[in-house]
Every structure is written in C-alpha cells, then in structure tokens.
C-alpha cells in the first residue's frame, strides 16, 4: 500500500494519496489539485476515486474538479445530497484499490453525512489505516455544532458521535493506524494534536473525549466551550455539496491605483493587508484589516470579511498578492477585484496619509503597571486561552466577537491590545481603527513574550 499525506498549514488540513497495483484514490482534496495529479503520475498511479469523508465546511474542495481531470468518480455518503454525479456510499460498503479494500464506516457526529474509510491491505499483514475524516482527530474528535448539521441540534449531533465512536471506531484493534482531516489550527475540534498521525491505542490512552463517560456526560462535555463558527462555513459546505469552480476559471484581480482603491474604499471595499504585523505597525492604510500570511490567513479572513465584500490586497510582492488570492480561494473568499499597484509606496506617492500602530514591548506594559497607571488591558484570544492565563486586569473580547462587541469598549481610555503573539492584536487594530477608536496600543509578542520574561500570568477560575 502506497500512501502520501498532504499536509496544508494555512488551514491544518490533511490529505491523501492512496495506491495499490497501479490504483489510487484521493480522500479530502485541497481545492488546489495539481499535486495529487503529479504524485499520482510519478507513483504510477491511475486515479480510480476521490473520496470525501463529510462535506467540508472550513475548506472549499477540489473535487469536481479533480473528476474532470481523471475521470475518476466521487464518493460521498448517501446522506450527503450532493448535486452531482456521484457514488453514493453506505455503511459496509467495500472500494477495491489494486489488492486494498476500502470499508465505509457511517459515524454522524460531526455532521449528519460523516464517514470513515478504514484501508486494509489484503495480501500484507500491515495494520489496517483509518481515514477518520472530522470524525476522530488526534487528541480530541469532530465538534457537533457546525452548518453541515442542519435539522439537528449540537446536542443531538454529540449523541452520535457518541455512538459512532463507542459502536464502531472504539472497537477497531489498537494497532490501527489513524489518519484524520485536521490538526491543531483547525476551528472542527477544540483540543486537536500537533501530531499528523496515530494508533487506535494511543487515542483510547490519551485522547480526552474517548475516555470512559456517559453518553450525557460526553454530550455536556462535546458541546461546551467550542471555539466560534466562521461565517464563511456554511457557504463552503454549500460550495462542496455542488462543486467549486477550477481555479483558473477564476479571474486574475488587477492592478489599481491609489485614487481607484479611494473610490472603491467609498463604495465598501476592504483594504486586506497581507504584510506582517511588524510592517503593518510602521506604516499602513488607516481602516485597512491586516491579516498576515505568516499565520492563519484565510481562516480569520472568512471569519471577519463579511461575505462578497470586495477586496483589495495590498501586499509587498506579487508573490504575496497570488498566495493570498490563492488562499482565500481555498476557503471560497473570490470576492478579491484588484490590488493596490505598489503596496504601500503607491498610496503615499498619491499623497495620501498612513497611519502607525503604537506597539509596546512587554517590558514596557510592565512598567505601566508597577507605576499604577489606570490600564484598560483588551485581551482578544479566545476564551479558553484567556482562562488559562492573562495579565492582570484584562478583559477578555475573543477576536472573531470583536466587530460584534465594539459597544463594551471604553471611548474616554486608551486600550492596550494583547493577544498570544501579536498576530490577532494586529487584525484588532484594524477593526478598531475603521470604528473610529485612536487611542490604542498593541503589545509586541503578546502573552507568549510576557510569559517569557517571566512575569506573573492571572488565571480564571
């Protein structure tokens, strides 16, 4: 059994090749797929399906069109109502792959339509590989509140997870290998592992929610403190259900001048800044949403750019402006219609004004403190991370809650922005700025920094 996994960490998403006797199958595509036609063609491979374990709501998929280019099949479960030719697969079901055989497992939880493809190799003694989808991640499983699982409540989807996990994954031999569709970055769990890969027995060891509960337990616990829903996840899954579009379909934004990025500013457009935040901080269009591409890019893009707003990049190279385009296109974001010719240079050649972020080192903040200055401190990481640890006196407005929750910030008070490394604090700053906020600083490094200086962290009980 051949097998390669294609690991995007832009959107923690795993990927696979698999081949056997001249056969392979694809399961949970990237939208971009000309790797998996080059890996295919060095290992000799004909594709012979391209299997989906639920449809994907944190990514646009490249199925449809990695059927047109193979002429291989689709594979969906039954329950999944896609709106094209597919094969339609049941619990049971067995693909053969050269002397593989492919065993659908049904396991709603995650999403009612959610499957997973346990590959056994019959002419070898090789542990069986689970492809276990959203379903089974490494250190955690599927989170049950997402779009794909309209007509069900979170509580209910968590009752069948429940029962996918204790009647059928549970039972599989400890030696089956584990492979999922994500790791930690991705917004489908709350616990996820850095770790790509696993044993059955591993996760019954050390995974939380596979530890001996109750079914009521495990439900309570399964569905307190998920991390937020991007908006952009129901449209993706609608996009997956009928197929996205090639991306060379797509058209190629175009150059636009400062007094043409003016108009279109006039007209709702958003500036979105790919620069990093050290960049940003010493010079940037005021409004402008700095989502650097060092971090989780297209994921805070699709939680904070309303839909179909139009965009404009601005970025230091053309190489930047195709990796972002390419990026958000991987999320469904193809709202993009230009980018500013010349970056930054090209705004203030036109004679407009930028703006500066005032950074503090933690250093500095600490500083503040000791000398009793009244510090109105916006933590802007999640809730779970600000539970674990923050600096004394902070209030905590998770990032994607933030545009939501403008009216709880003070006016009359400067605001000190933190977050785990600057990263969100940076975005923050952009939020703020189009709401009018001045008064404002971000702490460089953010409570990582802080930490490492070894000053004291406050906990949450």
């Known amino acids: 059994m051949y097998l390669k996994q294609f690991y995007l960490g832009c959107l923690s998403h795993g990927s696979y090749l698999l081949g ?9 595509p990237q939208r971009d797929i000309e790797q998996y036609i080059q890996e295919a063609e060095r290992e000799g491979l004909s594709i012979k399906y391209i299997i989906e374990t639920h449809l994907h709501a944190d990514f646009v998929s490249g199925h449809r069109e990695l059927a047109a280019k193979t002429g291989a099949p689709i594979v969906f479960s039954h329950k999944a109502d896609a709106a094209f030719p597919h094969i339609a697969v049941v619990d049971g079901d067995i693909l053969k792959l050269g002397t593989v055989e492919l065993a659908i497992i049904e396991t709603p939880g995650h999403t009612p339509e959610s499957i997973c493809i346990l590959a056994k190799d019959t002419k070898t003694d090789e542990p069986a590989k689970l492809f276990s989808g959203d379903t089974l991640f490494i250190g955690d499983v599927g989170r049950p509140d997402l779009v794909g699982s309209k007509g069900y409540s979170a509580a209910e989807m968590a ?8 009647n059928k994954l549970l039972k599989l031999p ?4 584990i492979f999922p569709a994500h790791g930690a970055g991705s917004l489908c769990g709350k616990h996820l592992s850095n770790e790509r890969s696993s044993t059955m027995g591993k996760q019954k ?13 495990f439900v309570e616990m399964l569905t307190t403190d998920q991390p937020e829903i991007p908006a952009y996840f129901p449209k993706d899954v609608e996009i997956n259900r009928s197929g996205a579009l090639a991306l060379e379909a797509l058209d190629a934004p175009g150059a636009l001048d400062a007094a043409q990025v003016k108009t279109h500013l006039q007209k709702g457009a958003i500036i979105l800044d790919v620069r990093s935040s050290a960049e940003y901080a010493n010079g940037h269009i005021e409004g402008s949403l700095n989502i650097g591409l060092g971090g989780q890019f297209a994921s805070w893009a699709g939680t904070l750019i309303p839909l179909s707003t139009p965009i404009i990049i601005l970025a230091n190279t053309q190489a930047q402006i195709d990796e972002a385009v390419l990026r958000l296109a991987r999320v469904g974001i193809e709202s993009v219609i230009g980018y500013l010719r010349d970056g930054l240079k090209g705004w203030t050649d036109a004679g407009f004004k930028c703006g500066q972020a005032n950074v503090l080192s933690v250093s500095q903040l600490k500083q503040l403190f000791d000398a009793g200055e009244n510090l109105f401190v916006l933590d802007v990481r999640r809730s779970g ?25 003070p006016r009359d008070r400067a605001l000190t922005v933190i977050c785990a490394s600057g990263y969100r604090s940076s975005i923050a700053n952009g939020i703020l700025e189009r709401e009018g906020f001045k008064n404002k600083r971000l702490v460089s490094g953010g409570t990582l920094a802080w930490k490492d200086a070894s000053y004291a962290m406050m906990a949450t009980e």
């Open 20 to 28: 056997s006797n001249g056969e392979g199958a694809i399961i949970d």
């Open 159 to 166: 009752g069948l997870m429940y029962d996918s996990l204790h």
């Open 174 to 177: 400890d030696d089956v290998e």
């Open 205 to 217: 060891q050390f995974n939380y929610a596979l530890k001996p509960m109750t079914k009521t337990a």
């Open 385 to 409: 991370e600000f539970a674990a640890g923050h600096v004394q006196e902070a209030v905590n407005i998770p990032l994607a809650e933030l545009p939501g929750k403008i009216s709880r910030l």
